[in-house]
Nanobody
Framework: QLVESGGGLVQPGGSLRLSCAASGFTLDYYAIGWFRQAPGKEREGVLC????????NYARSVKGRFTISRDNAKNTVYLQMNSLKPEDTAVYYC??????????????WGQGTQVTVSS
């Protein structure tokens, strides 16, 4: 099971750090992806981190603002979001796959956490 946390309401230009914690299995050997879905839009990939710690950016719009990291000791992956914009408003999901960030088909999904960027 994957559980996201850390979402909330933030002003434009602000920051949030989302967490994706796993229970029942160890994240060490999984690629972890962050995805988001805004109202009326399709779900899009944001960032992915491989089991080795290499990151892959899926969304050009977050480059230079969002980073992904993992703490295997805590069985948790983080999404640090800086310089947030209203267009970042969405439900953010994490997903895990035993393959890599390119070939992943996403075996497990979390329930999502809402991020709202508004003044």
């Amino acid at each position: 099971q994957l559980v996201e946390s850390g979402g909330g309401l933030v002003q434009p230009g602000g920051s949030l750090r989302l967490s994706c914690a796993a229970s029942g299995f160890t994240l060490d050997y999984y690629a972890i992806g962050w995805f988001r879905q805004a109202p009326g839009k399709e779900r899009e990939g944001v960032l992915c981190i491989s089991s080795r710690g290499d990151s892959l950016n899926y969304a050009r719009s977050v480059k230079g603002r969002f980073t992904i990291s993992r703490d295997n000791a805590k069985n948790t992956v983080y999404l640090q979001m800086n310089s947030l914009k209203p267009e970042d408003t969405a439900v953010y999901y994490c997903a895990a796959d035993h393959l890599n960030c390119v070939q992943a088909r996403w075996d497990y999904w979390g329930q999502g956490t809402q991020v709202t960027v508004s003044s």
